[in-house]
C-alpha cells in the first residue's frame, strides 16, 4: 500500500464502526467508510471537538448535521497545493486526501522529464491531480461533465496560484471528448482518469466500470504522444484489485523502457493502522 503520510492539515484521528473521525485543517468532520467495518472504543458521535458529522439513511444517500460553529469552506494546504474544502453531497468534501501519494509521483516524473510535458485529467473532479500536474510545470487539459466541479477546480488553481496559460477547462462527456481529440489529432504526454463505478449519461447511456473500462483505456492511448511519460488510473470500485488496473495497462500500452506499477493507496491513522482508499495502476517511463 502507498500512504499520504506527509498531510499536516489533514489527519485521521479515529476509525470504527464504519466511520472515521477526520481532522480538516481547523475542522473536524465524522463520515461514513465502508472499509473500516472493525470496532473502536472511541466515542466518535460525541468527540468533543467535531463540527459536522454525515448521517446515512437507510434508503440511501444522508445528510450533514452541524454541531459547532464551522464555515461554510475553507481552505486545506499540501505543501505549495491549496484546495478549498466544503461538506457536499453524499458525504464528500471536494477532495480525497489519499490522492496525494499519487500527486508526488507524478509530480516527481513531469519535473524528471527535462523536457514539455501535456497532461489530460479525464473524471477530473475538482482538480487535485490538475493543480499538482501544474505545479510541476505542465500543461493540462481538466475534463469533467460536472460543471460545477470544474468550477472549483478552476477555485483551486487560483488558490495555488498556478494554470495561467496552461490550462484548459472543459465540461464535457470523458469519451465524447477524447474520440473528438482523436479526429483533431491532439496527443497528450500523459493521461489520468478516475472514472466512477457507476454511472448515466444525459442520453440515458448506462456506464459501468467493469464493463467500460478496457474499451476506455483503449481509445485513450490514441491520444497519447509518440514519447508518453505516464498514464495513472485510479479506481475506488469495491472488489478491483490494483492487479486488474496493471493487466488493462499491460495489454494496452506500449512495451519497451517503462515500468508498471499497480497498489493500493490509503491514509495514516493515529491509531497506527492504514486506511485502504482504492487502487491505482501507473504506467511511467523509466
Known amino acids: 500500500m502507498v500512504l499520504a503520510d506527509k498531510w499536516s492539515d489533514y489527519e485521521i484521528i479515529a476509525t470504527g464502526d464504519g466511520y472515521k473521525l477526520e481532522r480538516w485543517k481547523d475542522v473536524t468532520l465524522l463520515r461514513p467508510d465502508p472499509q473500516v467495518i472493525w470496532k473502536t472504543d472511541v ?11 454525515y448521517i446515512r439513511s437507510e434508503t440511501g444517500g444522508g445528510r450533514w448535521e452541524h454541531l459547532k460553529p464551522m464555515p461554510d469552506e ?21 477532495l480525497f486526501p489519499e490522492q496525494a501519494a499519487n500527486w ?13 510535458i501535456n497532461v ?27 460543471k460545477g466541479m470544474v468550477e472549483r477546480a478552476g477555485e483551486n488553481c487560483r488558490l495555488s496560484g498556478v494554470g495561467e496559460g496552461k490550462v484548459r477547462f472543459i465540461i464535457d462527456d470523458c469519451l465524447k471528448f477524447v474520440q473528438r481529440e482523436i479526429r483533431r489529432g491532439k496527443k497528450y ?38 514519447n508518453p511519460l505516464f498514464f ?24 519497451g523502457n517503462y515500468n508498471i506499477d499497480a497498489y493500493e493507496v490509503g491514509l495514516p491513522t493515529n491509531e497506527n493502522v492504514a486506511l485502504p482508499c482504492g487502487c491505482s495502476g501507473l504506467w511511467y517511463e523509466i
Open 43 to 53: 466515542d466518535m458521535f460525541n468527540y468533543k471537538g467535531l463540527n459536522a458529522k
Open 74 to 94: 475553507w481552505v486545506v494546504s499540501y505543501g505549495e497545493l491549496k484546495f478549498k474544502i466544503k461538506p457536499m453531497g453524499f458525504k464528500h468534501t471536494g
Open 104 to 116: 508526488e509521483k507524478m509530480t516527481s516524473l513531469i519535473k524528471n522529464a527535462n523536457r514539455p
Open 120 to 146: 489530460l485529467n479525464l473524471f477530473a473532479y475538482t482538480g487535485g491531480a490538475t493543480v499538482a500536474c501544474l505545479k510541476a510545470g505542465a500543461s493540462v487539459c481538466h475534463v469533467d461533465a460536472a
Open 189 to 226: 504526454d500523459a493521461i489520468i482518469m478516475d472514472p466512477p463505478s457507476f454511472g448515466r449519461g444525459p442520453g440515458g447511456e448506462t456506464w459501468k466500470i467493469e464493463n467500460e473500462l478496457y474499451n476506455l483505456v483503449k481509445i485513450c492511448t490514441q491520444v497519447l504522444s509518440d
Open 232 to 255: 495513472l488510473i485510479n479506481s475506488y470500485t469495491t472488489g478491483f484489485q490494483p492487479q486488474v488496473l496493471k493487466n488493462i495497462l499491460t495489454l494496452l500500452m506500449p512495451k
